[in-house]
């Protein structure tokens, strides 16, 4: 489901980005070109008036009537020829070709052996006043314009009164589509790249979500199974019961003594989930003031006593003065949790310690036995709701509890570890660090999130 949803976004995110990529060369494009073709324009504007402004002589040469003309060119100074060369270096300079011609008739042009004699009458004929036309000559691309020369000029083949500009658009064009394929080229790679990273980011992004919903199932699953256990049971003593009307109450004492006790289990289950679903919706309130956590820990020993001594197990407390700001009340629930997985957890004969003291910015309590410990690949998950060190669930209880001590002890801005061997060298040592300050505001648990991002108005 989530790479489908990765797949997804990278494609979207993908088509976004490659049609801004292709818009953004578009305009590129559009405004190189619209450049291109406007300096042309103006070239061949510029070369026009210059022949509508210019002498004869300054046009092409050829036109004189100074019969002391000689073949080098004027006395003195540049002859025709110079000005020839001159002419075809500018034109040759600007991709400009002069072709003149009387009516349909081509007599010269210039650069001389530019142009075929059917491409410059072909020239001639196709070519417009005033605006420059797009024709293409020998396959090269032109643009043409016919410019009426003030007056009749004379050059070696005839007389001429008009000329035809050609820009040669060889160069311009191929640097148009030379242009064109780098965008291309660019915006798909890019478009390609972006695929590629949108890829790794959507999936990195989506890892936290796909987590959670992990979790969430996990921790469906897990509730079904501890609320199905003790429903089966009292299914099963309850068909009993029908199964011996006759019998008193006396009688079926065991059934329900059975009863009570897995009604007893299931009550706890559901107020365990019940808390952790408020924790997560960040409803819990607390009633924060200075605590004594050495008079707490005292009072928490007092409540199991009795427990331990049926057992035959020693408690006692270790405590110390120590003060911390904290609810007593969820703090006691805390220590209850970790004495009842100590007592349950810790051989007859064994000892379970509860100490008090303080440390620096704040204070440790700490709960200690002589138990079977926890095995240490098991250590990181212990905190892990419905997660038991025994797969086989034959143990007492359902997991929650150590997850409920850590939601306590992060609502008070402290932190939980367990350490197995503890202390004592054996068993398990669960610590915990309070601050003597109020704690800041807790975000909303990770369930709560998911459930607003994802179930807006039915999370349920």
Same mark, same amino acid.
């Not at 980005?17 to 061949?44: C, I, K, P, Q």
């Not at 008193?248 to 559901?270: C, K, Y």
């Given at each position: 489901?989530?790479?489908?949803?990765?797949?997804?976004?990278?494609?979207?995110?993908?088509?976004?980005?490659?049609?801004?990529?292709?818009?953004?060369?578009?305009?590129?494009?559009?405004?190189?070109?619209?450049?291109?073709?406007?300096?042309?324009?103006?070239?061949?504007?510029?070369?026009?008036?210059?022949?509508?402004?210019?002498?004869?002589?300054?046009?092409?040469?050829?036109?004189?009537?100074?019969?002391?003309?000689?073949?080098?060119?004027?006395?003195?100074?540049?002859?025709?020829?110079?000005?020839?060369?001159?002419?075809?270096?500018?034109?040759?300079?600007?991709?400009?070709?002069?072709?003149?011609?009387?009516?349909?008739?081509?007599?010269?042009?210039?650069?001389?052996?530019?142009?075929?004699?059917?491409?410059?009458?072909? *020239?001639?004929?196709?070519?417009?006043?005033?605006?420059?036309?797009?024709?293409?000559?020998?396959?090269?691309?032109?643009?043409?314009?016919?410019?009426?020369?003030?007056?009749?000029?004379?050059?070696?083949?005839?007389?001429?009164?008009?000329?035809?500009?050609?820009?040669?658009?060889?160069?311009?064009?191929?640097?148009?589509?030379?242009?064109?394929?780098?965008?291309?080229?660019? *915006?798909?790679?890019?478009?390609?790249?972006?695929?590629?990273?949108?890829?790794?980011?959507?999936?990195?992004?989506?890892?936290?979500?796909?987590?959670?919903?992990?979790?969430?199932?996990?921790?469906?699953?897990?509730?079904?199974?501890?609320?199905?256990?003790?429903?089966?049971?009292?299914?099963?003593?309850?068909?009993?019961?029908?199964?011996?009307?006759?019998?008193?109450?006396?009688?079926?004492?065991?059934?329900?003594?059975? =009863?009570?006790?897995?009604?007893?289990?299931?009550?706890? =289950?559901?107020?365990?989930?019940?808390?952790?679903?408020?924790?997560?919706?960040?409803?819990?309130?607390?009633?924060?003031?200075?605590?004594?956590?050495?008079?707490?820990?005292?009072?928490?020993?007092?409540?199991?006593?009795?427990?331990?001594?049926?057992?035959?197990?020693?408690?006692?407390?270790?405590?110390?003065?120590?003060?911390?700001?904290?609810?007593?009340?969820?703090?006691?629930?805390?220590?209850?949790?970790?004495?009842?997985?100590?007592?349950?957890?810790?051989?007859?004969?064994? =000892?379970?310690?509860?100490?008090?003291?303080?440390?620096?910015?704040?204070?440790?309590?700490?709960?200690?036995?002589?138990?079977?410990?926890?095995?240490?690949?098991?250590?990181?998950?212990?905190?892990?709701?419905?997660?038991?060190?025994?797969?086989?669930?034959?143990?007492?209880?359902?997991?929650?509890?150590?997850?409920? *001590?850590?939601?306590?002890?992060?609502?008070?801005?402290?932190?939980?570890?367990?350490?197995?061997?503890?202390?004592?060298?054996?068993?398990?040592?669960?610590?915990?660090?309070?601050?003597?300050?109020?704690?800041?505001?807790?975000?909303?648990?990770?369930?709560?999130?998911?459930?607003?991002?994802?179930?807006?108005?039915?999370?349920?």
């Amino acid at each position: 489901m989530f790479r489908k949803t990765a797949l997804r976004l990278v494609l979207l995110y993908t088509a976004v980005f490659a049609g801004v990529l292709l818009s953004f060369s578009a305009v590129v494009y559009a405004f190189t070109h619209h450049r291109v073709r406007a300096d042309e324009v103006a070239t061949m504007n510029a070369a026009a008036a210059n022949l509508r402004a210019c002498r004869d002589e300054q046009i092409l040469p050829g036109d004189h009537d100074d019969d002391s003309l000689r073949p080098g060119g004027h006395p003195g100074g540049p002859g025709p020829g110079d000005r020839l060369l001159a002419e075809a270096d500018e034109t040759r300079a600007e991709h400009l070709v002069y072709v003149l011609a009387a009516g349909a008739r081509v007599v010269s042009q210039t650069p001389a052996g530019s142009l075929t004699t059917a491409e410059a009458e072909k *020239a001639v004929a196709d070519a417009s006043g005033d605006s420059p036309r797009a024709l293409t000559l020998g396959g090269v691309p032109y643009l043409a314009m016919k410019v009426t020369l003030p007056r009749a000029v004379r050059v070696a083949g005839g007389s001429a009164d008009t000329a035809v500009i050609l820009y040669n658009r060889a160069v311009d064009a191929a640097f148009l589509r030379e242009l064109l394929a780098v965008l291309t080229v660019s *915006a798909a790679s890019f478009a390609l790249l972006s695929a590629g990273v949108g890829f790794v980011l959507a999936s990195r992004a989506l890892r936290p979500i796909r987590k959670s919903f992990e979790d969430e199932r996990r921790f469906v699953a897990n509730a079904s199974h501890e609320l199905r256990t003790p429903l089966s049971v009292m299914r099963l003593q309850i068909d009993r019961m029908f199964r011996h009307p006759a019998e008193t109450i006396f009688d079926m004492s065991e059934v329900v003594a059975s =009863l009570a006790r897995e009604t007893d289990r299931l009550q706890r =289950l559901v107020n365990d989930l019940l808390t952790l679903a408020k924790a997560d919706e960040g409803r819990v309130a607390f009633s924060m003031r200075a605590v004594d956590l050495a008079a707490l820990a005292r009072e928490a020993v007092d409540r199991f006593a009795p427990v331990a001594e049926e057992r035959g197990i020693e408690l006692r407390a270790m405590a110390t003065a120590a003060r911390a700001v904290a609810d007593p009340d969820r703090l006691l629930e805390l220590l209850s949790i970790l004495l009842d997985n100590a007592l349950a957890f810790t051989p007859r004969g064994g =000892l379970v310690e509860v100490a008090a003291h303080p440390a620096e910015g704040g204070a440790v309590l700490a709960v200690r036995d002589t138990g079977q410990g926890i095995p240490r690949e098991h250590l990181p998950r212990v905190f892990d709701r419905f997660y038991q060190v025994d797969p086989s669930r034959s143990t007492r209880g359902a997991g929650l509890g150590l997850s409920i *001590a850590k939601w306590i002890a992060e609502a008070h801005g402290g932190t939980i570890r367990v350490m197995s061997p503890g202390s004592f060298g054996v068993g398990t040592e669960v610590e915990v660090v309070l601050p003597n300050r109020p704690p800041k505001a807790r975000p909303l648990g990770r369930f709560a999130r998911l459930r607003r991002l994802c179930y807006k108005k039915n999370s349920s």
